[in-house]
């Protein structure tokens, strides 16, 4: 069974930062892509990051309204992918999910707040 668990979720002010993380189970990590996506009230889910799998040529891809300032990394010795957000925003407010593409799994989310 293939299982994502999402943590790191909480209260951040504007301009702070946070790191989520999802750690995976039950599926050959090292050669799947991963992404984060976000769904903030009212709002359709959107596409944060993606990386690619490990040894995978390319570098990762991020929504025009994060790049810069979300950074997507993959620990394939823990099978873990992690989210790394600076100069938080409150349109940033939303539940993350992470998801293998591929496989087309999630996980049950983490909620991000930012607010001051």
């Known amino acids: 069974q293939v299982q994502l668990v999402e943590s790191g979720g909480g209260l951040a002010q504007p301009g702070g930062s946070l790191t989520l993380s999802c750690a995976t189970s039950?599926?050959?990590?090292?050669?799947?892509?991963m992404s984060w996506y976000r769904q903030a009230p009212g709002k359709e889910r959107e596409m944060v990051a993606m990386?690619?799998?490990?040894?995978?040529?390319?570098?990762?891809n991020y929504a025009p309204s994060v790049k810069d300032r979300f950074t997507i990394s993959r620990d394939n010795d823990k099978n873990t992918v992690h989210l790394q957000m600076s100069n938080l925003k409150p349109e940033d407010t939303a539940v993350y999910f992470c998801?293998?593409?591929?496989?087309?799994?999630w996980g049950q989310g983490t909620q991000v707040t930012v607010s001051s």
């Open positions: 998801n293998v593409p591929t496989l087309k799994i």
């Open positions: 039950g599926f050959p990590f090292k050669s799947y892509r």
């Open positions: 990386i690619l799998s490990a040894g995978a040529p390319g570098k990762p």
